[in-house]
């Protein structure tokens, strides 16, 4: 009996010696200099019951190589490890977790499926060629610019207001359903086709510098935009819109093959082989005229489409 109760006097103090892992001596440096340690410098461990309660960990430009150690901190809600060396960050155990900045690192691979209550993701400026979102559902702001992703799928969240995802590889994206996502950012990509007509709050669009050969912006919000931009896609022409003469007085950020459309075909040559009527030719501020040369002018047409064309003489 005594045996037994001396053993049970002993749990309390087994549990609070218990140590995590702390690989990387910076990291551990930081931590015993803050009260988080094991009270032994460089010996890559600190005390588990230090850190399992910290809820704001605060390490950007540390020259830290590696955060192993970083799981126990499983009530962590915000982390700060950006501008460091990291080459790999596992997050997966910090279920708590709703803000992380890991930009400008060398990450190659990121997984934040475990991540259910994570609200801000920044991850730009790193190595990505694999960034797994899915599960997280609650994020509403996600930034991972300058990145070598090839593809980015987003559907269905409900809660995302704001993405970056400019500067990466990308020839797919999917924002289906995606029903408060207000501002996009996509320009520099590969993407070949886009389509916004169920992101009914979007009002800012930059999506140059793609491969786009197909764009739809029927949302039924077009007249709210405040910013839009498809210059330099070379095979894109026709792009579908909630009113052709709206976006035409508009939105001139457009190359000179590109024109509106509420509904267009297939293929831009079949738009361009049709028979149809020209209605009116237009100058910048909507007036009737026969046509002039040296200024950008707008045919409009009876099927809904209008062409932008400077003759230059």
Not at 82 to 102: G, K, P, R
Not at 144 to 163: D, I, K, M, V
Not at 219 to 227: D, E, K, Q, V, Y
Not at 243 to 257: E, R, V
């Amino acid at each position: 009996m005594k045996k037994l109760l001396l053993i049970l006097l002993c749990l309390p103090f087994i549990g609070f010696g218990q140590k995590t892992y702390v690989p990387d001596d910076i990291f551990e440096n930081y931590l015993e200099n803050n009260g988080m340690g094991d009270g032994v410098a460089w010996n890559d461990s600190v005390l588990t019951a230090n850190i399992n309660t910290v809820i704001y960990l605060n390490v950007p430009n540390w020259s830290i190589n590696n955060l192993t150690g970083i799981e126990d901190f499983t009530a962590l809600e915000r982390l700060h490890c950006e501008e460091n060396q990291l080459t790999s960050l596992d997050v997966s155990q910090n279920t708590a977790l709703e803000h992380l900045f890991c930009f400008s690192n060398q990450i190659t691979t990121l997984d934040v499926s475990a991540n259910n209550s994570l609200l801000i993701l920044q991850c730009q400026y790193n190595q990505l060629t694999s960034l797994n979102v899915i599960g997280a559902n609650a994020l509403y702001s996600l930034s991972c610019h300058n990145n070598l992703l090839t593809s980015l799928n987003l559907s269905g969240f409900t809660a995302l207001e704001a993405l970056d995802c400019a500067f990466n590889q990308l020839t797919s994206l999917n924002v289906t359903g995606c029903s408060v996502l207000y501002f996009v950012e996509c320009l520099y990509n590969q993407i070949t086709s886009l389509d916004f007509s169920t992101n009914t709050a979007l009002t800012s669009l930059r999506c140059q510098s793609n491969q786009l050969t197909s764009l739809d912006l029927r949302n039924g919000n077009n007249t709210s935009f405040t910013l839009f931009n498809s210059y330099v896609n070379p095979n894109l022409y026709c792009i579908d819109v909630d009113n052709p003469n709206w976006s035409t007085t508009n939105w001139t950020n457009i190359d000179t093959q590109q024109y509106f459309s509420i509904n267009c075909p297939p293929t831009s040559i079949q738009e361009h082989t049709t028979n149809k009527e020209l209605l009116k030719v237009t100058d910048l501020l909507g007036r009737e005229i026969k046509g002039t040369n040296n200024q950008p002018l707008f045919y409009i047409y009876d099927d809904g489409t209008v062409e932008k064309r400077i003759v230059i003489e």
